[in-house]
């Protein structure tokens, strides 16, 4: 659905499955977001927002969770796992569905693209896969890293889960939602 400032109404997509993360195009005549089964994970589609024509994404690719499209559109940051790959934050090529992986990550845990698009923040946690979360701690580590790939930089560990978190305007200051506190 899209909301105008006159409160109008339209709705933009109605196809089965959930339509989730929507991301807008620097130009405002286009968006990305994730259809699937669940509102969990899925396929990367665009909208053309004019005609409201959907396509699908090519590529044989799953993403979930929060999605940036570059601004030229011709790339899109998201988190995707691809048959015997694992789910990696990487680049989405919209013309020709290859991702260029950057960093594995565990599944919902977050990560936010900085406005410049230059820089990635994402959220580790001490969790072990096949055990039950918390087990280790409730403690996250924090990571910067490049956009165009290259090495992680650890920033600090938090001392309770990070469960959302976004950069500034200015991108020189990160937001964390988490249960700390009273």
């Not at 105008?4 to 807008?24: C, H, I, M, Y």
């Amino acid at each position: 659905w899209l909301m105008n400032r006159d409160k109008s109404l339209r709705q933009l997509t109605g196809d089965a499955g959930f339509d989730v993360e929507p991301t807008w195009s620097s130009n405002g005549q286009s968006a990305a977001f994730i259809r699937g089964r669940s509102s969990l994970n899925g396929q990367v589609c665009m909208l053309d927002i004019e005609s409201g024509k959907v396509s699908q994404v090519a590529g044989n690719v799953t993403a979930e969770g929060r999605l940036f499209l570059a601004a030229d559109s011709r790339r899109l940051l998201g988190k995707y796992s691809s048959p015997g790959q694992g789910l990696a934050i990487g680049w989405l090529n919209m013309e020709s569905g290859e991702v260029e992986r950057l960093q594995p990550v565990q599944s919902r845990r977050p990560f936010a693209l900085s406005p410049d698009q230059e820089t990635i923040a994402y959220v580790v946690t001490m969790d072990v896969a096949g055990e039950q979360g918390g087990n280790n701690g409730p403690m996250a580590d924090l990571f910067l890293m490049p956009a165009a790939g290259g090495e992680s930089r650890k920033i600090c560990r938090f001392p309770a889960r990070v469960h959302d978190l976004c950069w500034n305007a200015d991108g020189e200051s990160l937001f964390l939602v988490t249960e700390l506190g009273g």
